[in-house]
């Protein structure tokens, strides 16, 4: 299970480590994420205490100690200092069959309504049936329900260069930089600093601010104060809700 907001380097050992995980899925019929060794105290992304290690693994890999999801930055610099923890990359790999005895077990209301809908793969009311039950579902994250929970979890400490860019300010660190601003093309900046600006067609002008994240999305315009960036999810929720803008989300 791979996101697609993630940008990785030196692919081969990318590669490797997840030919590993699918081993040990295997032979261990275990759960397994990749984890990146921290290099800041982050906030917005979800931690793994390292366990044993297992012993027959060419790269490092260990037993989960125990998951904590985006913690306080207090919190976060002390996982830095001591050395055992690391992020939470979001990739897993495991085996069908494993996985579903495990929501079974820990999301027992999810199980059901996957085995209703395994059911009707293949019939007329197919996508009545997955409409139907997927509005049932809880919107919860397998970091939550079941990677908290389970015993089977197992973490490789991986070695290729990863950055998760699901957010503005973590994009921006793609882009050009432009006297203590981060801007991509048609921005013209003037005494401002620390601004992430995405241009599009629009010219966008700035003068005289500050910590700001400015993205020009065609029909949408969004400004923001840089230190929202993780509450940008919560915004989206509420405008959802909102029927006068559904055209926009």
Known sequence: MLPSDHHIEYEKVYIETLAQAVDIANKRRGIVT???TPTRAETGYGYIEMGQRIQSSEIPTYKVARFTEKPNIEVAKDFLLKGTYLWNSGMFVFRADVILREIEKY???????LMEI???????????VINEQYSLIDGISIDFGIMQKTRKAFVIKSDFIWDDI????????????????????????QDSENCAIFGDKNLIIGLGIKDLVIVDAGDVILIMDKNKDQEIKH?????????????YI
């Open 107 to 113: 999301l027992p209301q999810l199980y059901k309504s």
């Open 166 to 189: 699901g957010s503005f300010s973590a994009l921006s660190r793609y882009l050009e930089e432009e006297k203590n601003n981060k801007i991509s093309n048609n921005v013209y900046l």
């Open 118 to 128: 395994y059911k009707h793969i293949g019939e007329e009311d197919e996508e009545e």
């Open 235 to 247: 915004l989206l929720n509420d405008l959802t809700n909102k029927p006068e803008y559904e055209d």
């Open 34 to 36: 990749l984890g990146i």
